[in-house]
């Protein structure tokens, strides 16, 4: 995020584009809520589905799935056309402009109405209202990211952004929804393939030399790894023979799991850290118990870039470790000395190494969280990005052409299908499905369908049905539902007796290597 999830409240005019907020993110839906209905902002909610907080909007466009480029070069064509965006926000502060121009000339309002389905008068009047707003906020989460062009959806909403000089103000930006609450602490911290912490590329000789420095060795890679998508073709290719999985359930989350279950039976030794039992460590050689967030000290970096203490609170159970500990015990017996007394210890090496996080010590969180960077211990940390300058200096805009998903429907799978997540079940459902009141409230896996292509089947709300995608079939409940439009189904990926990701198409975005989970095409008929 650009801004704070506080700032959402100051906006004038918020854009939610593929974010099922009061289901993924509950406690952000409120800011937005809020601002929409107590203090004045236009709130504009851009999503296939009739979302719960399409309630709370002005305005709902209902876009075709994967083609939400085509719809934000629309609104750009627009800015342009009436000479209405920030053109010293733009010429001080962006390079790339005439490029941009041409690309979207041709995305007129009426050209996009028939790429997207959005009325050619919304995709204008969207448009005027983004740029007469001083403050224009944009927030998304994996309806935009989990394309195979989600790259590209994250740079014209990046576009959007300079274009109405939204940037480096309170209560603007481009503002993503992380998936898991640590998401954005992860990557921060080198959960990526191709960079070591605060996104330092591993093939820069600067970055490497510090970390050899700092960990007394040699010879560190500056060969990018294998994004995890990768990992499980390589494994199916018999490439990759082992895999160390900490904290993940991919046999319920990954694409094509057909697919994915022959790669992972493939593989010589497979092992598994996690707090409970899961369907992946059914697969495994071995089964580390680990601890959960409860159960020990650390911090975590939430999605505003907010740095917090997280403080044990109970015991954990039998064998349970700290997974900091049990990598530590690996990296011993393979002959490099790991050792730290605790948490803290660990936070400084982290300090020394990574420069958005040198100024926050264990003592200065102790009480509330910093938001990075924070490159000094006075400093006070930058809830607002991006206020005086970009990171490269000057924004660049990406001309970005509109291209259409990997998967499109036709007379064998007539219907899109797209994949998310409810409010009662969180995930694979490796803690919640231990709840009985959560599985009370959201027991069992449905496919949810507009009341037109219901009857249009045959289908009655219940009826046992069997959805087909190329890739794969589950059997499960229709649900007709007034989310639903037509042409467009929606499965939750969180159930494993019927789990969605038997119909997902493993495509890769070419830059993030994310599969493109929200457009597949599909066929449903009602059960034998």
Known sequence: MTNTIGDIETADVIIVEGSNTTENHPVISTFIKRAATLKGATLIVIDPRRLKLTESADKWLRLQPGTDIALINGFMHVLIEEDIYDK???????????????????????????????????????????????????VYCMGITQHTTGTDNVKSLANLSMLCGDLGIPGGGVNPLRGQNNVQGACDMGGLPNVFTAYQKVDGDDARIKYENAWDITGLSPKP?????????????????????????????????????????????????????????ALADVVLPSFCFAEKNGTFTNTERRVQRVRKAVEAPGFARRDWKIICDIANRMGYPMNYPNANAIFEEIRLVTPSYAGITWERIEKEGIFWPCPTENHPGTPVLHAKQFTRGKGLFHAIDHRDPAEMTDEEYPFILTTGRLLFQYHTGTMTMKSAGLNFLAPECFVEISVNDAERLGLENGDLVDVVSRRGKIKTKAKISPKAVDGTLFIPFHFANAAANRLTNAKLDPVAKIPEFKVCAINIRKAA
């Not at 294998?226 to 390589?234: F, G, R, S, Y």
């Not at 991919?250 to 092992?271: G, I």
């Open 225 to 281: 790894g294998l994004a995890v998508t990768e990992m499980v073709q390589k494994a199916g290719e018999g490439e990759l023979k082992a895999l160390y999985i900490i904290g993940e359930n991919p046999l319920v989350s990954d694409p094509d799991l057909n697919h994915a279950e022959k790669a992972f039976k493939n593989l010589d030794f497979l092992v598994v850290q996690d707090i409970f039992l899961t369907e992946t460590t």
């Open 88 to 138: 010293k926000f733009v010429e001080t502060r962006t390079e790339g402009f005439e490029e941009l121009k041409k690309t979207v000339k041709k995305y007129t309002p009426e050209y996009v109405e028939k790429i997207t389905g959005v009325a050619a008068e919304d995709i204008v009047n969207t448009a005027r209202t983004f740029a007469a707003a001083k403050r224009g906020c944009i």
